[in-house]
C-alpha cells in the first residue's frame, strides 16, 4: 500500500528515529527538508548559502525556497512510491503549496501523525543528539548511544553533534515550533487527511509500535 505521510511534532521528538525505521521496514521514501538542506550546504549550493545562517539561529527557510527544494527532490521519486515527510510543512503555506504539488502528480496526503513530548523532555534529548551526516539516523549518547564512538551503526558515516543542537539555539527552535507550526495542528483537523497523535514521551519501540497503528498497519 503506497501513502503520502507527514511527521508532525517539535524538534528533538523523534520524527527522523520513526521515519527512518518504518522507511526501512517499508521500503517508503524518507524526505526530511532538514536533511535536504544540509546537504545543500555540504555541497555549497546557492540555497545551502542562503539558508546557513538562518539554521544556525534556529529560525525557518523562506517558504518559496522549501517548496522549490521538496518540488525538485520529487522529481527523483518514484510516482508509486510510499513518502514520508519529516519536518515539512512547517508552516500553513508550506502546508498549502504540498498539497497543491501533490495535487500535480495526482497524489495527496493520506496521514498526518503528530508527535508529542514535554519540552523538558525535548531538551534533554536535543542535547544528547549525534546526527549521521551521511544517512541521517540519530543516536543519543544518554540513551542510545552508536556501537562505536562517533561513527554511525547503519551507514558508517561520521556522527556529529549539530550547531543548533546547542541549548540557545534549541530554545529559539522550540519557539518558532511553537508560533509557525503548531498551527498546523489545527489546519490538519481540519484537513482531508486523518490527523493521528501519538505520545513520543515513551521508549522509542513503543512511539514506532504506535505510530504503525496510527498508520493501520501491521506489527512487522
Ligand atoms: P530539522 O533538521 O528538521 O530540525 O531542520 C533544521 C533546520 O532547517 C530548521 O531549524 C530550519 O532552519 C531549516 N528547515 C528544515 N525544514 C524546514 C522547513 N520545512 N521550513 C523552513 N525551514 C526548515
Redesign the pocket.
Known amino acids: 500500500m503506497s501513502m503520502v505521510v507527514i511527521l508532525l511534532g517539535p ?1 528533538g521528538v523523534g520524527k527522523g528515529t520513526q521515519a527512518v525505521r518504518l522507511a526501512d521496514s517499508m521500503g517508503g521514501e524518507h524526505v ?4 535536504l ?2 546537504a545543500a550546504r555540504r555541497d555549497g549550493t546557492e540555497l545551502g548559502k542562503k ?1 546557513k545562517e ?2 544556525d539561529a ?4 523562506p ?1 518559496d525556497l ?1 517548496l522549490d527544494l521538496v518540488r525538485d527532490h520529487l522529481k527523483g521519486v518514484a510516482p508509486e512510491a510510499s513518502i514520508l515527510f ?6 500553513t503555506a ?1 502546508a498549502d503549496g504540498l498539497d497543491r504539488v501533490l495535487e500535480e502528480a495526482g497524489r495527496r496526503v493520506d496521514k498526518v501523525v503528530l508527535f508529542e513530548a514535554p519540552d523538558e523532555e525535548l531538551t534533554k534529548r536535543l542535547s544528547g543528539r549525534r546526527s549521521c551526516m551521511e544517512c541521517a539516523a540519530v543516536f543519543n549518547v544518554s540513551f542510545k548511544d552508536s556501537e562505536v564512538d562517533g561513527i554511525c551503526d547503519r551507514c558508517g558515516g561520521p556522527l556529529i553533534h549539530r550547531v ?1 543542537d546547542e541549548p540557545e539555539t534549541v530554545m529559539r ?1 522550540l519557539e ?1 515550533y511553537q508560533s509557525q507550526t503548531a498551527p498546523l495542528v489545527s489546519h490538519y483537523e481540519n484537513h482531508d487527511a486523518k490527523m493521528a497523535r501519538v505520545s513520543a514521551d515513551q521508549p522509542a519501540d513503543d512511539v514506532y509500535r504506535a505510530f504503525r497503528t496510527a498508520l493501520g498497519l501491521d506489527w512487522a
Do not use: N
Open positions: 524538534p526530511s527538508t532538514g536533511d538542506l544540509r539558508s538562518l539554521m534556529g529560525e525557518l527557510v517558504d522549501i519529516d519536518g515539512f510543512p512547517r508552516t508550506q543548533d527552535r518558532v
